[in-house]
């Protein structure tokens, strides 16, 4: 706490502490783009001293095309095309050149080096004899994307930020943008430090005063524009397809009707004017409710291309989400399958989008849950540019009450090799990038939970290079933040490392999803969604559960997948442990690969994932002492509710499943 009885916004992974190796050193940059003049002011900040040019700074930032004028000798054809983000670091006798093409790959090799570290003073003034070798940095994605889900006001259920749990908007207050953008320029600075180049600044639910964003509060808009283009960050904004009606009081929202058109040419004509960088538009349509161009009797080709040819001489991009299906289905109607909606709706459309068109599709079929198969929409549009949508907002991952480091199922999301292992990964099908749901508030801690910074940090740092180790990401990001202290960071990693696991132990098994609290989807509720309209029901009875998601007998969903996987989980025999009653209507009884039934692999984990919570609150009750008190308080307070939370799913679970299969523990410990 300070003086006014509040406490301080923690600074993330860049405290003052992280800069200490770079104070009193010499930088020179070379370059007058206004993001070289960033790095000019973050080296400053740094206490480092810029001299001209010359082979003895000991760091100097210069583009490619000047390196034969460095007397270090660095080849230029090591270093190779590093398009318009990447950079390159070369090293040699305590000296460290970072070259770029494009301004932004200074920045990012800049903030490499704060990473990093510059290396050893004492051995400067080395020898210019040996040409330095050469490390390369090109980002993996080009478009790594940020998506707030912040209404401008109060949403009467969803509160301000939906699905946020890290208190208000960092942009909005009062209904409107804050006078006070301070925080969005400190934020602006944190994820450049990661490599994230775009941000959808509001919900893709659209409410009508989100809506206006758009037209009367453009100027608003592009002062927040202004806070993030220091930093090499685009803003997006997402937008109601009935806008035409909405705002303009046009009769129709029809994507054919040339008024229509015009007025979101113009519409986009308007926002360029007032923020030349724009990045685009982000679309929720046709789902949960919001306008889409089903209402005429138009597909999603169609309404993405309109709003397309609206952006394209601007050099702008439609973000138009795959997330549609019937959210009134009928729980009784056993033929729809919400699992395989987005794949009916778009693969068909597959070579019709214009070229700025991204689809922007969610890692697996249903809604971010702990486990689901990755979705086949992903391999099954070859002709259409996609981006993979992560959720760093823990929505169903324990709303930044529970501690749970989301890297480890990112990685397996992203390595995913739809075709079989020669070929592809999501990630190399993602041409269109990567877009998560971000999860920072106005909270002193920023994201509620302390150690759920360490989320958003490994988003951004995946987004760039999607083959980083996640156990290396967490350790880099515990070290940035929590400094030099062995025990404490070594505690936060065996804390972190495997809490993703962990979590699904205690929650819903196998796959088999939600069995959340409708609404708000915290805390168990095993039959919270089976009689709903969603869609998302277990079927659970007295012989067994899951999904029977099979060609021969069930929805079919598993024919959207390409071979391998297509027969790998058709059958019983192959499906993964993980992922059964996704698949699969089981009795309690069937036998996993693992070796255990269904119904004690339910109780076997329940109990386990209990203890595992239990172990990981003593293990911070050990840090007390060498962690910032507040911090140290606030994950304290989270880990009592995590117990609590996971102690209520595991008794719950497990009742249900007893009462369900009368089936006993094997190991006889208490179900109530
Ligand atoms: C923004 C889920 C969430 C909604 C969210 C939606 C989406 O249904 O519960 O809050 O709405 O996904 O991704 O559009």
Redesign the pocket.
Known sequence: MDETGTTPEHPMWLPEAVFRGLRDRTIAVVGDDPLLGTVRREADAAGMTEVPPSAEAELTIMPVADLATHARRIDAAAVGDLGTEGYAIAREGGRTVIAYAGAAGALYGWFHVVRAGLGDADTAGGAASDAPTVERHVPRHSLRMLDH?DNVSEHPV?GQV??GYAGGSIFYEDGRVREDLSRVERYARLLASIGVNRVAIN???VGRREARLLTDDLGEVSRIAACFRPWGIRVHLAVSFASPITLAGLPTADPVDEAVQQWWADAATRVYAAIEDFGGFLV?AD??G?PGPFAYGRDHADGANMLAAALAPHGGIVHW?A?VYN?RQDWRDRSTDRARAAYDHFVPLDGRFADNVILQV?YGPL??QVREPVSPVIPGLRETAVAL?L?ITQ?YTGQQRHAVYLAPQWREILEFAPFGDSGPTISDLSRGGIAA?ANVGDDPFWTGHPLAQANLYAYGRLAWDPSLDADAILDEWAALTFGDDTTARGGIHRLLSDSWRTYESYTAPLGVGFMVNPGD?YGPSVEGYEYSP?GTYHFADRDGIGVDRTVATGTGYAGQYPEPWRSVYESLDSVPDELLLFFHHVPYSHRLRSGATVVQHVYDTHFDGVERVRAQVALWDSLDGRIDTAVHRRVTERLAEQLRSATDWRDQINTYFFRASGIADERGRRIY
Do not use: L
């Open positions: 889900w969803m939906e699905r919900n893709v639910n929720k789902s949960e919001q989400r997330f959210h969610k809604d971010f949508e959720q929505e749901v989807h969603w």
